[in-house]
Structures are given as C-alpha cells and as structure tokens.
C-alpha cells in the first residue's frame, strides 16, 4: 500500500493500481466513456482527466498509475471547466434527440451534460455523416451517436475474440463499421450483443419490440436458463413485464452474454409458456393444478412404480432450460432418491 | 479482381512481401503500387492469406492517405500543399485544374485520363509552387501555365 | 593542369533532380566521353543546400560552381571549360557584386556550419568507398573496438545533444532508458516520417549521406543492446528510399552492417519500413504502431518505448537528424560538440528555408543564431522588395514569428518561450502580403486532415477551430468567435492524447497572440488586411481600361462584359475571385480590394 493525497485527503491505495481505481475506492466518482475494467486501457475519451500536482497536463486516471505522495485533484475548477468543455464539443458532434431516444435515462452522455451543465448553443459546427450503416436481427447502430469511444470494437475484438468491427478512417471522418459495411454476419457477428451492452450512449441499441424509459423499469438479477454456464442477468421489468436484459457481472460471465441471454427473453411473457403445473384428468383434458398437487401426484406414482417394477422403470429426462445446479438436483434425486441411473437431459438429443 | 490470373498475381505479392502480421502495410503498400488500388475484395484477400482479421485489414486500408479502392486515372496529378508551396499560391494552382478539369480532390475525370490529389510538402521547395504529374515534377508554376502542361498528357 | 578539372560534381537532390540533373550527368557522361575526356569523373552527389539556384553543378579542384543549369548548357562547359579550360561565365554563380564566387564562398553558407550536411554534396551518396574516404565508419570502428556501451552513451550524454525531431528530448537520457531497460531482445528506429509540410532536412539527409545514418544506428544498437533496426520512412520519398538501399546493401557486403560486424562478434540487422500518407506517424508511438503494421495512432505513455517499444520490447528512437550527428560526437567528442550553439541546445541545426525568401534551401546553423542572421544573412532577403511579416517555425505544432521577435536566437527554450518551437526544421519566411488568419486556417485544415480521430479533443476540436477560422475569411466571424477559439485551444492542448493535439492550436495561439488586429479587422471591418482572403475582396476595373477585351476573355465564369475599347466592368455576383483577369489585363486596370 502506498499513500496518496485525494483531494486534500491522505488516503492509503495499491500499489500498481490507477489513479482511476483509487477514486472509485475512495467513493469518489469520475466520469468515463471509454473505460471499461475488463479491456486494456484506452485513455482516449479524455473525459476522466484529473489534475496531478507537478504534471504538465492533466492526466487521464484511467490510466495514469498512482505514486507514493501524489496529490491529485479530482474536480478542480481548471478539470470541471475543461470536462465541460469537452462534453459540449462532444455534443456538437451528436444527434441530440433525448426526447425520443430509448437510452434516455440510462446515458453516460446526457449523464455528464447534466451533472456538468452544458450549454448545447454553445459550441456548433458540422457533423459527421457518416459512410456505412451496419445493423442485423437483434441490433442497429446509430452513427449520429456514435462517440467514439471504441467500447464496441475493443469488446468485441478483446473479450469476444470476433473482430468484427473496425474503427475506420481516420481524424473526424473516424467511424464504427463493419470492413466496407458488409452484412454483420458476413463480418462474423454471432449477435451476442455484447458491443450493445458496453455502448455508454445510443449508438448501439437492441431492435426490441418493447417501449419503455429506464426509469420505469427495476432491475431484477437472476440467472441466465439457456444453458448450463449460469451467467448472470439483470432482466428489465416494466409492468411485471420482462422488456430486456443486461449482462451482470460475476464469475461465471463476467459481464459477457450470448445472443439467446441477451435477446431471447420474449418466451418469457408468450401467450403459450406453461405458468402453472397442469394434470390430466380422467377426462383426458389438462386441468390447471396447484405445485403441491403435482409434485403430489409424480411423488406418489414414482413410489408406486417402483414398488411393482423396480426403480429402473423410471427415467428421468430434464431440460436444457433449466439451470446446471437445478439439472445437478435432479441427476442427484433420480440417483439417490428415486435409485436409478436413467438420467438424460435434452440436450444430449 | 478481374479473373483468375489477377488473383494469382496479387497472391503472389501477398507471399512475396509477407512475413508475418506486421507486414501488413509492407504488403498492401505492394498492392497500391503494382496494382494501382485495393479494391474490397482484394483486402478479403490479404485479410485470409495474411490470417489478419478483415476488419483490421480495412482499419489500415481506411486509414492511411495512400491506399485506395477506386482506380486511379492514366496520369496522377498532385498539387503540393506543403507550407512552401502554400505561401506561393499552391491553392491558386489547386482550384485552377478543379476547374479546369471539372473534378473536385480525390476524384477521376470521366475519360479516365487524370486524376487530381494534392501532397504534403514534396521537397521540391525551391520550385514552389509545384506540382507532380505521375513522376514528373513541373516547378514556378502559374494558373496561366497549366494549359500547357496538361496538354503535354492529351 | 591542363583542363583545371577532373570532376564533376552535379547535385541530385530532389529540387535539383525536378530541375533535370539526371539529363544533366548523362550529358556530362555522353559529352566528355565524345570529346574524349573520358577521365573525367561525373560525381552524382546530395543536396548542396542552395536549391534556388539548381541545377547545381560544381567542377574540382578548380571550384567552380554553375548555377541554374539546363542539359542543354552541358556541351558548352564540357566543349569551353572542361576540354577549353575557359569556365562558361554566363552560368557562373555570381555573388552580391556580381563576381563569380565559388560554391562555400556564396553568401548563403558564410554563416552555416555543416556537421550534419558535412559530406551532403561531396560524396557520391551511392558509392561506400567515398563515404569512407571522407570518415565514414571511424566512429563505428571507435565504438566497437576501443569503446564500452556505457562509454558510447556517456559521451552522447555529455555531449547535450537533444531529438532533432521537434521536441529536443535529451538523446543521451534515451539511450541510457534503453540501454538500461531489462530484455534480451531490444530494437533500434529512425523516424524518417518528415511529415512537416515544407520540411525536407531528412529526406536531403537519406539522399546526401544515407550511410552517416546506418552507421550511427549500428552504433546505438551496440550501445543500447540491440540487434535489429528499422528505418521508418515516407513512401513518398523515392529516391531516399532507394540511396538507404544502395547504402545498406553496400554496408552489408562490406561488413559493417549484419553479423559479425568488423569482426568483433556484434551482430546488427537494419530493414525499412515505408509510411504510408499519415502525418501522426511522426508520433513516435504512432510510429511503433505502423512498423508492426497496425493503423497509426499513438499509443498510452507510460510506458515510454524505451522500456515497452517496437513488439513489447525495449525500442530507442531518434530521428535522421539526431543520428546524423552520432558520428561525429564520437570521433570528436562531446566537448567538440558543446563548443557549438549555446549551453541548453548545443550543436547545430538544419533548417528547410522556404517560402518568400531569395535563397530557398537547406541551411546548417549553429544554435543560438538568431533568426535575421537566417532569412537576411543566409537567405538573402524577401524577394520583390517586400517586409518581412513573419516566420513560421515547428510546422504545425510550431508558431508564426512576428518581426518583433526577429532577433530571437534560435534553440529550444527561446523558440518555446515566443510560443513556437524548434519543430524538425521546417523554417517558412512570410512577406506582408500573407494574412495570418489565412496562415492559422492553413495549419488548422492540414491537422484536420491528418488528426487521428483517436482522442475527442483532437478530432472533434480542431475541425470546430477550423470553423470558425473559415467563418473569420469568409467575412462570416462574430467577435464571439474569438473566446470561443481560445476555449477550444486551450482544451485541444490540454486534454488531447498526444503531442500532436496538444501542439495543433499552437498557430492559432501564435496569430492570435501577435496579429490580434488582423483577426479583428476580418471580424469588425471585414476586411482582409493583407488583401489575400477571396471572400472579403473584389475585383474592380479601373478607368486605366482601355478596352483590349483581354480579360472578358481570361474570364472563366464569364463575369466581364464590355465593348471593344470601353472600359469594361465586373459583375460582382458571377465574379469567382479567381484573380484571371488581374493577371491578363496589359495596363494593370484591374484592382483587387
């Protein structure tokens, strides 16, 4: 551990660690675009700038090191005035339509011009327009709002190991696409959405059939049913209604999803999904039952079964849909509880 | 590419100049100049052989001032924007053969004769303002001048 | 001696090779072989420095210099001076009272002193043999036989030598980063990437003396503890290109370059490696990007290269001019280096002399010179009997010099202190008749143009200044404009990620800071001051008319209407601005105001 003075505050950090890190420790907060833990640093954006005593500029804390006795200021009038500054040149280059664009509310972009009062008149000019338009089932892009902070294509060049975006041209003219605007897929996009969730303005957007504001929606963690590696969501509830999903972060997944975790989610509120254990009567017909009743009911003819043919009459096949833990208990109630090995999953098909 | 042999040729330039990743610019810098651009296709090309991904390929392609897509016309006029060049009225030459031969920067007369750029400082400063058509440089220039000079090309 | 001459040294720079000298050595070949002078050798040499006055062609040992040379002019001093022993006087190069002066008593070089140029001119940059007739190889043979790596980084320490490539970091300091970083695998690099628009000290550097610069390389491998070089240099310079191939290929098979080299087991591999149209390549670590072949933006520092450079490995990096001195500091140590220039910025340093100033050329100075000692001294004045208005130094990270400054010495402290720099050597002379907002726009298209996109500040913020800069000549500026530039600059070079951006609003701040009243005359008056920005002038006949039709017929966008011998007049709405007319009028009827 080494010390470092925080805004006039001795405060004890890692050593190793950025001066980025050590605020984020300390709890206090600094605005960033293209900072993201996971990938190698950028330090392009700008916007995380502080004042380091003794250095001739400011410093970019997402990637400027901490140093035993380094006195940093966090929010200085000199940093304050030059992140405004920033944020409205940021701005003269963005399509701003906050009213109708569905990131409002969960926008680093207007986030920022908020907390740092931006005058939009202030600085105009020309925009970018730019050369290809890339979109494909489940995402579009949007160049107007492009801020180039490069999350996207590093995401997907670094953690999802595709390359699909580039970061073409050069000076103003720079813009995400794919090689020459090809079809994403043709670009080996797997639709994962990754580059959607990491986008901090909205450029990248789901293609969703939902209409909502971030503010209307509460976060409800769980657990990715697709398959068995448990990645861990954030499903979006409006109305008890699921509208999206953001990846969590987390061991299993580390803040990563495939397309069916993603934008999959739909079955979830579909007219035909089975809510409730349903028994068939005497009559041949479903009937809607409570779970008591049902578990009640496969409890009892299990032991029936076995009692008259043994328990290797009994299989048992579960679901791919179901998490690995819950296919464990299952595997485990067929062995010891039920006593056989006839155990598949429908995966295996 | 055209046909079969082309790709070949242009294969053989990929292996003839490719050692590795960081050759890629080595590689397409063999491609402007034997093949005169890089069309998309090609790039697809160099992406495979060079086991590069595409999207990297063209991010170099885009990037740098040198590489092209669209094939350049017969003669390549350049004007020099350098500073030198600047104070002497390179603009003034600059504007001039835009009108005189009805394209903007960057683009190809219609018949495929000439196509107009213009160049950082080409060192010829003592001929300021100047100008080079494919390999020939032609110095002192006024916009009275450059009738003569393209009609050299005709 | 019966003919006076046994040599024929013909320069074959670039300026002097647009100006036909190829055609010029093969006359001279063709010539003296016809007339049986075949004896007579024809050295094609580098940059002599003075190319306003190219094609230059200089005979020995009787020092004649000829000046302005067609191919046609050959046959005439082979036939009268060579085999005549009579030096054609028309061609002669004349000094300032008309006497023919030889080629190092001309004005241009009284006050030069050429330790990087020093053999620029007298070798023939193709032929190794000439290079080590005039010194070559001693300071590698020194290094390598007589001297540790430590002794060959202290000598560069102590001689104070500082990067010729802009900024003047202490070489020495490099060295020993790179010399001391841990790895076994280490590289060495030349930014041969002069992208300063109007600069051209390297590329006359590669074509004059390309061996000074692998030998100087081979020297910082053996210091530093590297085995493998690359030379990064512009695709646009051909015949750079290929004199370091010539170079290279020569060293090679004579055993100062690759394994083993001067047989005391130092093995040392060069490659080059061309650019490819991005002026941020000069960045050095934008540099290290391209070389491995990536797209060129510069990359985070720290790490500095000199522990984490050319493929994650240690890398030291020095521009052609920095390495053109190695040699010398070498062989004649750091004391002789020191007793040039001034205390902070020892030695000296070559400066492109261009724009509106009679000797256009290369020029070696000591630091500490002052800038009229250049543009009046070395370079002769403003033509056409102008004032001088300003100096443009550093290219554009550099600033305008205003006359006021004129005596300032030129090294790296005083230039910064003015709001310039020493940038790589570009040295731009401007006559009153420049508009200096027209000059900020100038810098600020080019940086637009060549600004990586990578960081916000730059990509965006330049093209926002370079708005405002078209609205301020275009006779569209509000006196807002103006804090508003500030605002802009003052972000661009405090928030962009590498020097580049960070010095892009340097010429903006210059004008500002020493023309303020220009800026304010296009936004108050609008009023062009210097008369150069189209848009706040227009183009009147005067009563001097007399008829001729001449203009109505120059006319591209048919604006001028007139009978035969009336005066005609300019219709102001279809005028373009081109300035046709002006040039075709006979009587000078037509004014610009």
Same mark, same amino acid.
């Given at each position: 551990?080494?010390?470092?003075?925080?805004?006039?505050?001795?405060?004890?950090?890692?050593?190793?660690?950025?001066?980025?890190?050590?605020?984020?420790?300390?709890?206090?907060?600094?605005?960033?675009?293209?900072?993201?833990?996971?990938?190698?640093?950028?330090?392009?954006?700008?916007?995380?700038?502080?004042?380091?005593?003794?250095?001739?500029?400011?410093?970019?804390?997402?990637?400027?090191?901490?140093?035993?006795?380094?006195?940093?200021?966090?929010?200085?009038?000199?940093?304050?005035?030059?992140?405004?500054?920033?944020?409205?040149?940021?701005?003269?280059?963005?399509?701003?339509?906050?009213?109708?664009?569905?990131?409002?509310?969960?926008?680093?972009?207007?986030?920022?011009?908020?907390?740092?009062?931006?005058?939009?008149?202030?600085?105009?000019?020309?925009?970018?327009?730019?050369?290809?338009?890339?979109?494909?089932?489940?995402?579009?892009?949007?160049?107007?709002?492009?801020?180039?902070?490069?999350?996207?294509?590093?995401?997907?060049?670094?953690?999802?190991?595709?390359?699909?975006?580039?970061?073409?041209?050069?000076?103003?003219?720079?813009?995400?696409?794919?090689?020459?605007?090809?079809?994403?897929?043709?670009?080996?996009?797997?639709?994962?959405?990754?580059?959607?969730?990491?986008?901090?303005?909205?450029?990248?957007?789901?293609?969703?059939?939902?209409?909502?504001?971030?503010?209307?929606?509460?976060?409800? #963690?769980?657990?990715?049913?697709?398959?068995?590696?448990?990645?861990?969501?954030?499903?979006?509830?409006?109305?008890?209604?699921?509208?999206?999903?953001?990846?969590?972060?987390?061991?299993?997944?580390?803040?990563?999803?495939?397309?069916?975790?993603?934008?999959?989610?739909?079955?979830?509120?579909?007219?035909?999904?089975?809510?409730?254990?349903?028994? #068939?009567?005497?009559?041949?017909?479903?009937?809607?039952?409570?779970?008591?009743?049902?578990?009640?009911?496969?409890?009892?003819?299990?032991?029936?079964?076995?009692?008259?043919?043994?328990?290797?009459?009994?299989?048992?096949?579960?679901?791919?849909?179901?998490?690995?833990?819950?296919?464990?208990?299952?595997?485990?109630?067929? #062995?010891?509880?039920?006593?056989?090995?006839?155990?598949?999953?429908?995966?295996?098909? | 590419?055209?046909?079969?042999?082309?790709?070949?040729?242009?294969?053989?330039?990929?292996?003839?100049?490719?050692?590795?990743?960081?050759?890629?610019?080595?590689?397409?810098?063999?491609?402007?100049?034997?093949?005169?651009?890089?069309?998309?296709?090609?790039?697809?090309?160099?992406?495979?052989?060079?086991?590069?991904?595409?999207?990297?390929?063209?991010?170099?392609?885009?990037?740098?001032?040198?590489?092209?897509?669209?094939?350049?016309?017969?003669?390549?006029?350049?004007?020099?924007?350098?500073?030198?060049?600047?104070?002497?009225?390179?603009?003034?030459?600059?504007?001039?053969?835009?009108?005189?031969?009805?394209?903007?920067?960057?683009?190809?007369?219609?018949?495929?004769?000439?196509?107009?750029?213009?160049?950082?400082?080409?060192?010829?400063?003592?001929?300021?303002?100047?100008?080079?058509?494919?390999?020939?440089?032609?110095?002192?220039?006024?916009?009275?001048?450059?009738?003569?000079?393209?009609?050299?090309?005709? | 001696?019966?003919?006076?001459?046994?040599?024929?040294?013909?320069?074959?720079?670039?300026?002097?090779?647009?100006?036909?000298?190829?055609? &010029?050595?093969?006359?001279?070949?063709?010539?003296?072989?016809? $007339?049986?002078?075949?004896?007579?050798?024809?050295?094609?040499?580098?940059?002599?420095?003075?190319?306003?006055?190219?094609?230059?062609?200089?005979?020995?040992?009787?020092?004649?210099?000829?000046?302005?040379?067609?191919?046609?002019?050959?046959?005439?001093?082979?036939?009268?001076?060579?085999? =005549?022993?009579?030096?054609?006087?028309?061609?002669? +190069?004349?000094?300032?009272?008309?006497?023919?002066?030889?080629?190092?008593?001309?004005?241009?070089?009284?006050?030069?002193?050429?330790?990087?140029?020093?053999?620029?001119?007298?070798?023939?940059?193709?032929?190794?043999?000439?290079?080590?007739?005039?010194?070559?190889?001693?300071?590698?043979?020194?290094?390598?036989?007589?001297?540790?790596?430590?002794?060959?980084? $202290?000598?560069?320490?102590?001689?104070?030598?500082?990067?010729?490539?802009?900024?003047?970091?202490?070489? =020495?300091?490099?060295?020993?980063?790179?010399?001391?970083?841990?790895?076994?695998?280490?590289?060495?690099?030349?930014?041969?990437?002069?992208?300063?628009?109007?600069? +051209?000290?390297?590329?006359?550097?590669?074509?004059?003396?390309?061996?000074?610069?692998?030998?100087?390389?081979?020297?910082?491998?053996?210091?530093?503890?590297?085995?493998?070089?690359?030379?990064?240099?512009?695709?646009?310079?051909?015949?750079? &290109?290929?004199?370091?191939?010539?170079?290279?290929?020569?060293?090679?098979?004579?055993?100062?370059?690759? @394994?083993?080299?001067?047989?005391?087991?130092?093995?040392?591999?060069?490659?080059?490696?061309?650019?490819?149209?991005?002026?941020?390549?000069?960045?050095?670590?934008?540099?290290?990007?391209?070389?491995?072949?990536?797209?060129?933006?510069?990359?985070?520092?720290?790490?500095?290269?000199?522990?984490?450079?050319?493929?994650?490995?240690?890398?030291?990096?020095?521009?052609?001019?920095?390495?053109?001195?190695?040699?010398?500091?070498?062989?004649?140590?750091?004391?002789?280096?020191?007793?040039?220039?001034?205390?902070?910025?020892?030695?000296?340093?070559?400066?492109?002399?261009?724009? @509106?100033?009679?000797?256009?050329?290369?020029?070696?100075?000591?630091?500490?010179?002052?800038?009229?000692?250049?543009?009046?001294?070395?370079?002769? /004045?403003?033509?056409?009997?102008?004032?001088?208005?300003?100096?443009?130094? =550093?290219?554009?990270?550099?600033?305008? &010099?205003?006359?006021?400054?004129?005596?300032?010495? &030129?090294? +790296?402290?005083?230039?910064?202190?003015?709001?310039?720099?020493?940038?790589?050597?570009?040295?731009?002379?401007?006559?009153?008749?420049?508009?200096?907002?027209?000059?900020?726009?100038?810098?600020?298209?080019?940086?637009?143009?060549?600004?990586?996109?990578?960081?916000?500040?730059?990509?965006?913020?330049?093209?926002?200044?370079?708005?405002?800069?078209?609205?301020?000549?275009? /006779?569209?500026?509000?006196?807002?404009?103006?804090?508003?530039?500030?605002?802009?600059?003052?972000?661009?070079?405090?928030?962009? +990620?590498?020097?580049?951006?960070?010095?892009?609003?340097?010429?903006?701040?210059?004008?500002?800071?020493?023309?303020?009243?220009?800026?304010?005359?296009?936004?108050?008056?609008?009023?062009?001051?210097?008369?150069?920005? $189209?848009?706040?002038?227009?183009?009147?006949?005067?009563?001097?008319?007399?008829?001729?039709?001449?203009?109505?017929?120059?006319?591209?966008?048919?604006?001028? $209407?007139?009978?035969?011998?009336?005066?005609?007049?300019?219709?102001?709405?279809?005028?373009?601005?081109?300035?046709?007319?002006?040039?075709?009028?006979?009587?000078?009827?037509?004014?610009?105001?």
């Amino acid at each position: 551990m080494i010390n470092i003075f925080l805004n006039g505050s001795e405060l004890a950090v890692k050593e190793g660690s950025t001066v980025l890190e050590a605020c984020k420790g300390a709890g206090v907060s600094i605005p960033t675009f293209c900072y993201d833990e996971r990938l190698k640093a950028e330090g392009s954006c700008r916007i995380c700038v502080v004042e380091v005593e003794g250095a001739p500029k400011l410093m970019p804390s997402c990637s400027t090191l901490v140093a035993p006795g380094m006195r940093v200021l966090t929010h200085s009038p000199k940093v304050v005035k030059l992140r405004k500054k920033l944020l409205e040149l940021m701005l003269s280059n963005h399509e701003i339509s906050c009213l109708q664009c569905e990131k409002a509310g969960n926008c680093l972009l207007q986030d920022y011009a908020y907390e740092y009062e931006v005058d939009t008149e202030k600085t105009k000019g020309r925009k970018k327009i730019a050369e290809y338009a890339s979109s494909n089932k489940f995402f579009s892009l949007d160049q107007s709002k492009c801020i180039l902070c490069g999350r996207c294509a590093r995401t997907c060049s670094q953690l999802q190991a595709n390359d699909v975006w580039a970061m073409a041209g050069r000076g103003f003219e720079t813009e995400v696409s794919t090689p020459f605007g090809i079809d994403m897929e043709e670009a080996g996009c797997v639709h994962c959405g990754n580059c959607v969730s990491v986008c901090p303005v909205g450029a990248l957007k789901p293609n969703t059939r939902h209409k909502f504001r971030a503010w209307e929606t509460r976060k409800v #963690r769980s657990t990715c049913a697709y398959c068995g590696v448990g990645c861990q969501i954030d499903l979006l509830v409006k109305d008890d209604k699921v509208v999206g999903v953001e990846p969590a972060g987390g061991k299993s997944n580390n803040g990563l999803l495939c397309v069916k975790g993603k934008f999959a989610f739909d079955f979830i509120n579909h007219k035909d999904r089975l809510t409730e254990p349903l028994i #068939r009567g005497e009559d041949g017909r479903l009937r809607p039952a409570s779970w008591d009743e049902a578990l009640g009911l496969v409890a009892g003819k299990t032991k029936e079964i076995r009692a008259e043919f043994g328990a290797d009459a009994i299989m048992g096949l579960s679901s791919a849909r179901v998490t690995n833990e819950e296919n464990y208990l299952f595997m485990k109630y067929m #062995r010891a509880a039920v006593g056989t090995n006839n155990v598949d999953h429908c995966a295996r098909l | 590419m055209k046909n079969e042999q082309e790709k070949q040729k242009i294969l053989t330039i990929i292996r003839e100049n490719s050692s590795g990743p960081s050759s890629l610019i080595q590689v397409l810098n063999a491609i402007q100049e034997e093949h005169g651009h890089i069309p998309k296709d090609v790039q697809q090309l160099v992406a495979e052989e060079m086991k590069i991904p595409f999207s990297r390929v063209f991010e170099v392609t885009s990037f740098y001032a040198r590489f092209t897509t669209e094939p350049k016309g017969k003669y390549e006029i350049s004007v020099c924007l350098g500073t030198a060049c600047y104070v002497k009225g390179s603009q003034i030459i600059l504007d001039e053969l835009k009108r005189k031969l009805g394209i903007e920067e960057n683009q190809t007369t219609p018949d495929g004769l000439f196509t107009l750029t213009s160049s950082r400082c080409i060192g010829a400063c003592a001929l300021a303002p100047a100008i080079v058509v494919n390999k020939d440089v032609h110095g002192m220039l006024t916009a009275e001048m450059l009738p003569e000079i393209l009609g050299m090309y005709n | 001696m019966e003919h006076g001459c046994d040599r024929v040294y013909v320069c074959a720079g670039t300026g002097c090779t647009s100006g036909k000298s190829p055609e &010029i050595i093969e006359n001279f070949r063709q010539e003296l072989n016809a $007339s049986g002078l075949s004896d007579v050798k024809v050295i094609m040499t580098g940059c002599f420095g003075l190319c306003s006055m190219g094609p230059i062609v200089i005979t020995q040992p009787d020092d004649c210099f000829y000046s302005r040379v067609a191919p046609k002019d050959v046959a005439e001093i082979v036939r009268e001076h060579i085999a =005549g022993g009579k030096p054609v006087h028309r061609l002669l +190069f004349k000094g300032s009272r008309g006497e023919a002066v030889s080629l190092f008593e001309a004005d241009f070089y009284k006050k030069q002193e050429r330790v990087v140029l020093a053999r620029c001119g007298l070798i023939n940059p193709e032929e190794i043999d000439d290079y080590i007739e005039h010194g070559g190889f001693a300071a590698l043979e020194k290094a390598l036989k007589a001297m540790s790596s430590e002794e060959v980084v $202290s000598v560069i320490k102590d001689s104070g030598l500082r990067g010729r490539g802009g900024a003047g970091f202490p070489t =020495g300091k490099k060295w020993e980063f790179t010399m001391n970083a841990p790895g076994s695998k280490k590289y060495v690099v030349c930014n041969a990437d002069e992208g300063d628009p109007g600069a +051209f000290m390297d590329r006359s550097v590669l074509e004059g003396d390309p061996l000074s610069v692998v030998e100087a390389m081979t020297i910082a491998g053996y210091a530093v503890g590297a085995d493998e070089g690359y030379i990064y240099v512009r695709a646009e310079y051909p015949l750079a &290109i290929h004199r370091l191939q010539v170079a290279m290929g020569q060293a090679l098979e004579r055993g100062f370059l690759g @394994n083993n080299i001067l047989n005391t087991g130092f093995d040392f591999n060069l490659s080059i490696r061309y650019g490819a149209g991005a002026f941020v390549c000069g960045e050095e670590t934008a540099l290290l990007n391209s070389i491995e072949g990536k797209k060129g933006t510069p990359r985070l520092r720290p790490p500095f290269p000199a522990v984490k450079g050319l493929f994650g490995c240690p890398t030291l990096i020095n521009n052609v001019e920095t390495y053109a001195n190695i040699c010398k500091i070498i062989t004649s140590g750091a004391d002789w280096f020191r007793s040039m220039g001034t205390p902070g910025s020892p030695g000296t340093k070559v400066f492109a002399l261009g724009g @509106n100033v009679n000797n256009i050329g290369l020029v070696e100075v000591p630091m500490g010179i002052t800038l009229r000692e250049i543009i009046y001294d070395i370079g002769g /004045g403003i033509p056409d009997g102008r004032g001088f208005k300003a100096a443009q130094t =550093g290219g554009p990270s550099g600033g305008c &010099i205003p006359a006021e400054h004129i005596n300032t010495p &030129i090294d +790296f402290e005083s230039l910064k202190a003015i709001g310039s720099m020493m940038g790589s050597g570009g040295l731009i002379v401007m006559d009153d008749s420049k508009c200096m907002v027209g000059i900020a726009k100038f810098f600020m298209k080019f940086m637009v143009e060549e600004s990586c996109g990578k960081c916000a500040p730059c990509r965006i913020g330049l093209v926002r200044m370079h708005e405002i800069l078209e609205r301020i000549t275009g /006779g569209e500026g509000e006196i807002g404009d103006l804090a508003e530039l500030e605002e802009l600059a003052e972000m661009v070079n405090e928030l962009s +990620f590498c020097a580049l951006g960070q010095t892009a609003p340097n010429p903006v701040l210059t004008t500002f800071r020493y023309f303020k009243d220009e800026y304010l005359a296009h936004i108050n008056d609008k009023k062009c001051p210097a008369g150069e920005c $189209s848009a706040l002038l227009n183009y009147e006949v005067t009563d001097k008319c007399v008829g001729c039709t001449k203009c109505a017929k120059a006319c591209p966008a048919a604006a001028i $209407s007139g009978k035969l011998k009336e005066k005609h007049s300019i219709d102001k709405g279809k005028c373009v601005k081109c300035g046709a007319c002006m040039g075709a009028c006979p009587v000078k009827s037509i004014v610009r105001r």
